[in-house]
């Protein structure tokens, strides 16, 4: 009896056998593509998972170097260098760009850094002391700066394909 409360009510003709074969051939079709569509955001997702996974120890990595980097300014200089910097910064070095990258319909951000290398305030900075440790600390943040920019990519395109898998596998 379940099979029969399934069934779609059909006159029996050849017109209508050639329909109902019609949207048979559609609906095996659009499955097909709905699963390849699945496979295809699933080996993504993947991916993105295993390049979070890489980026979040590169990150933890860097800020390591960064912060005994500060230290070492902190020290070398004899006191806070925070007013000198805020002082010496006209321009932002940094700018973030975002475009899209398309994965089987699915508009994914991905942020990219720009380093404007004609930009350089920190010239001056550390002059009397420490001004090693002052251009060695700014490389290492630059370094922090990009990689927190690409977690931020990678973590942004990580919730939208989780998103869309769930529905899509759904709709399979």
């Known amino acids: 009896m379940s099979g029969a ?3 779609e009510q059909v006159f029996p003709t050849r017109m209508t056998l050639g329909l109902m074969k019609t ?3 559609g609906a095996q079709t659009g499955h097909s593509l709905l699963k390849r569509k699945s496979e295809a955001l699933t080996k993504r997702f993947r991916d993105i998972t295993r390049r979070i996974d890489d980026a979040k120890r590169k990150m933890g990595r860097v ?3 960064a912060s005994f980097s500060l230290a070492e300014v902190t020290y070398a200089t004899g006191g806070n260098i925070a007013y000198q910097v805020q002082e010496s910064v006209s321009k932002a070095r940094f700018t973030v760009s975002a475009r899209q990258e398309n ?7 991905q942020f990219e850094v720009k380093i404007n290398e004609d930009i ?3 010239k001056m900075t550390g002059l009397g002391r420490g001004g ?3 251009q060695k ?3 290492v943040y630059s370094k922090a ?3 927190l920019v690409e977690l931020a990519s990678l973590q942004t395109a990580f919730v939208i394909l989780d998103e869309v898998i769930k529905v899509t596998n759904r709709r399979v």
């Open 103 to 109: 994965v089987s319909g699915v508009r994914l951000p």
């Open 137 to 139: 600390a700014r490389e």
């Open 145 to 147: 700066v990009e990689t």
């Open 120 to 122: 350089n305030d920190f």
């Open 23 to 25: 949207k048979l051939k």
């Open 63 to 65: 800020m390591q170097t």
């Open 132 to 134: 090693q440790q002052v």
């Open 5 to 7: 409360a399934n069934r």
